[in-house]
């Protein structure tokens, strides 16, 4: 099978009577959807009907989410697209607490979504994650298409051209405007075509248990802890390197937070309310009163322009040294493969040899290295590989870092050889 649309225009034969240079655009442009846009729905009542419905429906059903990241707080979502058989839905989930209720109804369905992990924080919020997966966007990228959105994937298998227009919108606003609901209903249109034609290429591949173990991978991980998650982030803050001490650091993290903080009361995106460089330049300075914190680029807005004690307060904190942020945490993962040549100079050699492995499997199976193993999985398994090495010790090490079974097959006999050769 072709994964690729012909570059040419077609040329139709003579006997349908059309004009001679009439020609078909290998891609044709899709609008509309198949089925007129429906009302968003904001009821109680309407959302009950549209579970009803979806439950007694049958076959798998297409998943979408839009947000507005960079324009308001966190990562919710502002409208759930659904479609199973014919019919679409569009749910505004602002109107409703949750939406365990679609959860329920859709519980033994399979659900389509193009790269689901980006969709899975937002729908965690609502209740919402599948039992059954077929992910669009992973299985392209194991299909071994170059270009993997879904534009591009839709482009390549289905001929379609997906207008994406409004992929940036500020889809928080209320009403949303028409346009903006047509072109949700186009992304989840489309998908159940998509995804049987990728299911077609991934078993004329022989790919198509990799993807089935992939997608049930993706099924099993819990959700993410918003919490755990936000504790340490404040150390990602670009620019946080050029502090030198530790009560500067301390000040950007308690800057961060108050940010945060703020950010959520207003709803706002934290860095839209206020940069990071903002932050970065506060903790340089450490000013210590309501002026000096106001002079900063970036503080003085009209949003802000009442919350100067808030900043002062925690800097002042920092520089007393009240609760110091440590200047570096417990490392989990290996050190920098600069250190290895001297601290563990056999690791050095199995790792480079591993990676030549994944890179050979990569290339004969045209699927991405990172979907093979994941770098972090190998530089884990290089620094700390099982001792007293074994066979089975290593198949041990394998699933527990999760590497799959269709992963272990590929790669453990290769990785046997090497890790026996050099540890056996």
Not at 28 to 38: A, E, K
Not at 240 to 251: C, D, E, G, I
Not at 333 to 352: C, F, G, H
């Amino acid at each position: 099978m072709s994964l690729s649309p012909s570059t040419e225009p077609i040329k139709l034969p003579p006997m349908l009577g059309l004009p001679a240079d009439f020609t078909v655009p290998d891609v044709i442009p899709l609008n509309t959807p198949s089925v007129p846009v429906p009302s968003i729905i904001n009821t109680e009542r309407a959302l009950e009907r549209a579970a009803e419905s979806l439950r007694a429906a049958s076959g798998p059903v297409a998943v979408d989410t839009e947000r507005a990241q960079g324009i308001r707080y966190g990562i919710r979502a502002f409208l759930v697209q659904l479609k199973r058989e014919d019919k679409l839905y569009l749910i505004d989930p602002e109107a409703f607490s949750d939406l365990r209720i679609i959860n329920d109804a859709l519980a033994d369905a399979e659900w389509i979504i193009h790269a689901a992990t980006q969709d899975f924080p937002s729908l965690d919020l609502l209740g919402m994650r599948p039992r059954l997966l077929f992910d669009t966007e992973l299985g392209a990228r194991l299909a071994g298409l170059e270009r993997v959105n879904l534009g591009a994937v839709v482009e390549e298998l289905l001929g379609y051209k997906l207008e994406k227009k409004h992929s940036q919108e500020d889809w928080s606003q209320r009403p949303l405007p028409e346009s903006w609901l047509n072109y949700a209903c186009l992304d989840v249109d489309v998908l159940a075509d998509l995804r049987d034609a990728l299911e077609e290429v991934l078993e004329d591949q022989g790919k198509l248990e990799y993807a089935r173990q992939e997608f049930a991978y993706l099924c099993s991980l819990p959700p993410a802890d918003p919490a755990a998650k936000k504790a340490e982030r404040w150390r990602k803050t670009k620019g946080r390197n050029t502090l030198r001490s530790v009560p500067q650091l301390t000040a950007l993290r308690n800057l961060w937070f108050e940010r945060d903080k703020l950010a959520q009361k207003k709803d706002i995106d934290s860095k839209a309310l206020l940069s990071d460089a903002a932050l970065v330049e506060a903790a340089q300075k450490m000013p210590r009163n309501v002026p000096a914190i106001m002079a900063i680029p970036g503080f003085r807005t009209r949003l802000l322009k009442r919350e100067g004690p808030r900043w002062v307060r925690a800097i002042v904190s920092a520089s007393r040294g009240e609760d110091p942020a440590p200047y570096t945490i417990p490392a989990t993962a290996p050190p920098p493969l600069k250190a290895w040549e001297t601290k563990r100079p056999i690791s050095l050699e199995i790792l480079s040899e591993v990676r030549k492995i994944v890179q050979r499997e990569s290339e004969r199976l045209n699927i991405p290295a990172q979907n093979i193993i994941s770098a972090d999985c190998i530089r884990r398994l290089c620094w700390d590989p099982p001792e007293p090495y074994s066979q089975e010790a290593l198949l041990e090490a394998l699933r527990s870092h999760d590497v799959r079974p269709w992963q272990i097959e590929i790669l453990a006999p290769d990785l046997h050889e090497v890790f026996q050769r050099h540890l056996g």
